[in-house]
Every structure is written in structure tokens, then in C-alpha cells.
């Protein structure tokens, strides 16, 4: 079995990124979130307990054991569709989709992120918009008499992500 070793600045991340205070820092390991992630409840092989599991990656995060969560599969960083569910029943308040962002953006910086993240990053900085409107949308709105879709503003948007650096994480 592989050792794992402790990335004190990668832990210090992670208790600065979380939201809450310092007494919430403390996972139990109850396994409510993954008893309750629906992420977990598709992907998981009981019989050999693969899969995504938010449990094993809030201890490894809180332990600062990096390697552990980066040298793992896609799903480990990117199974989270934050539905918040494991937010809301976790018993320490602990906010696990938030130390998850972290793990994404730091994904997304080392340039690990899955290709469909980058793709679909682009299609929002080109249009403005995360589902672009298709004409079978707008037959549907029409004919429930809603009003069309305001255009957004892209070149106004597009200043915006640019001032974050997001073309150049893009690139
Ligand atoms: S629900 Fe909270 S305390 Fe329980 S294992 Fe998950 S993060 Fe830890
Ligand atoms: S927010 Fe992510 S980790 Fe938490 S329950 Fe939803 S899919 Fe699972």
C-alpha cells in the first residue's frame, strides 16, 4: 500500500477556503454525505467500493493528503454535480462543496480538468451563456406564449472573465 504523506501548504488551503469556523473542521467519518450522495449511489461498487466518495475526499483534504485526491481518477475531483446534498446533512456543518471547488479550481490550474470542462468553459466565454438557445427552445417558448430569451451582452461578459484571467486559463 502506497504511503501517504502530508502536504501541510495544500491542507492550510483547505482550512482557509472552508467557510466555516474553526470548529467545524472536524469529519467524524459518519458517511451521511455518502450515504446521501446521489453521485455515490451511481457510481459505486459495493462489492469492491469504488466510486465517487465525498467522505474519503473531505478526510483526505482535511489531512492535507493531496497526492491522494490529484493522483486519483477524474471522478474522484470531478464526481460532484454540487447538488448540495451533503451539505445539508452533514452533522459538523462541515461545507464540503466548498473545500470541492477548491479541489476543482486547483484541477482546472494544473490543467488536469477533463476536456469536457474546458469545452464546455469556452462555450459560455463565446456565448454568454450555459445552455446556448437552440430554435426548438424558442419554437416551445413561442408556442407557450412565453417572451423570447433576452441576448446577452457577450463582448460585456467576455470583459468580465477577462478580468479574472479566465482567457488565459482557457488557453
Ligand atoms: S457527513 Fe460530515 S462528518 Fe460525516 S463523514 Fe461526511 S463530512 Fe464527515
Ligand atoms: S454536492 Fe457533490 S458530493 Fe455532495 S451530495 Fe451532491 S454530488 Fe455528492
Given at each position: 500500500?502506497?504511503?501517504l504523506?502530508?502536504?501541510?501548504?495544500?491542507?492550510?488551503?483547505?482550512?482557509?477556503?472552508h467557510?466555516?469556523?474553526?470548529?467545524?473542521?472536524?469529519?467524524?467519518?459518519?458517511?451521511?454525505c455518502?450515504?446521501?450522495?446521489?453521485?455515490?449511489?451511481?457510481?459505486?461498487?459495493?462489492?469492491?467500493?469504488t466510486g465517487?466518495?465525498?467522505?474519503s475526499?473531505?478526510?483526505?483534504a482535511?489531512?492535507?493528503y493531496?497526492?491522494?485526491?490529484?493522483?486519483?481518477?477524474?471522478?474522484?475531483?470531478w464526481?460532484?454535480?454540487?447538488?448540495?446534498?451533503?451539505?445539508?446533512?452533514c452533522?459538523q456543518?462541515?461545507e464540503?462543496?466548498?473545500?470541492?471547488?477548491?479541489?476543482?479550481n486547483?484541477?482546472?490550474?494544473?490543467?488536469?480538468a477533463?476536456?469536457f470542462?474546458?469545452?464546455?468553459?469556452?462555450?459560455?466565454?463565446?456565448?454568454?451563456?450555459?445552455?446556448?438557445t437552440?430554435?426548438a427552445?424558442?419554437?416551445r417558448?413561442?408556442?407557450?406564449?412565453?417572451?423570447?430569451?433576452?441576448?446577452?451582452?457577450?463582448?460585456?461578459?467576455?470583459?468580465?472573465?477577462?478580468n479574472?484571467?479566465v482567457?488565459?486559463?482557457?488557453?
Amino acid at each position: 500500500m502506497k504511503k501517504l504523506t502530508v502536504d501541510f501548504e495544500f491542507r492550510k488551503q483547505v482550512m482557509d477556503y472552508h467557510i466555516g469556523s474553526d470548529l467545524i473542521k472536524y469529519c467524524y467519518q459518519c458517511s451521511r454525505c455518502a450515504d446521501n450522495c446521489p453521485i455515490t449511489a451511481v457510481t459505486t461498487d459495493f462489492y469492491t467500493t469504488t466510486g465517487y466518495n465525498p467522505r474519503s475526499n473531505i478526510l483526505n483534504a482535511l489531512l492535507g493528503y493531496k497526492d491522494a485526491i490529484f493522483s486519483a481518477d477524474a471522478l474522484t475531483i470531478w464526481g460532484c454535480t454540487v447538488c448540495d446534498t451533503c451539505d445539508e446533512v452533514c452533522p459538523q456543518n462541515i461545507e464540503l462543496t466548498e473545500i470541492f471547488t477548491l479541489l476543482k479550481n486547483q484541477s482546472v490550474a494544473n490543467g488536469d480538468a477533463p476536456d469536457f470542462i474546458y469545452s464546455q468553459a469556452k462555450a459560455i466565454f463565446d456565448s454568454a451563456k450555459a445552455i446556448p438557445t437552440q430554435p426548438a427552445i424558442e419554437r416551445r417558448r413561442e408556442q407557450l406564449g412565453l417572451p423570447a430569451v433576452a441576448e446577452p451582452d457577450v463582448s460585456e461578459f467576455q470583459t468580465l472573465l477577462k478580468n479574472i484571467g479566465v482567457d488565459k486559463k482557457l488557453k
